[in-house]
């Protein structure tokens, strides 16, 4: 699959947590896929909110695994 085809699945299935993110005043945006592996940065109140690893496990990472099944991990940094 072509990157940008890979790219715009992943930002469609974050579209679906962003409504969230931006409640809180945060955003979330793609650094880098690398093969299976998808890394992002929170920005916002997100970059330094307590809760973002959470938020990034039981939140993105699921959105993402559902929607873009070629990524299998999930970082943030």
Known sequence: MKSENLERKIE???DLVR???HKDGGDVRIV???GKK???KFEGN???C???NMTLKAGIEEAIKQHVP???NVVAI
């Open 12 to 14: 469609k299935a974050l």
């Open 19 to 21: 409504p969230y993110l």
């Open 32 to 34: 880098s896929v690398s």
């Open 38 to 40: 998808l890394t992002l």
């Open 46 to 48: 997100c970059s330094s």
């Open 50 to 52: 307590d809760m973002s």
């Open 70 to 72: 070629e990524i299998n």
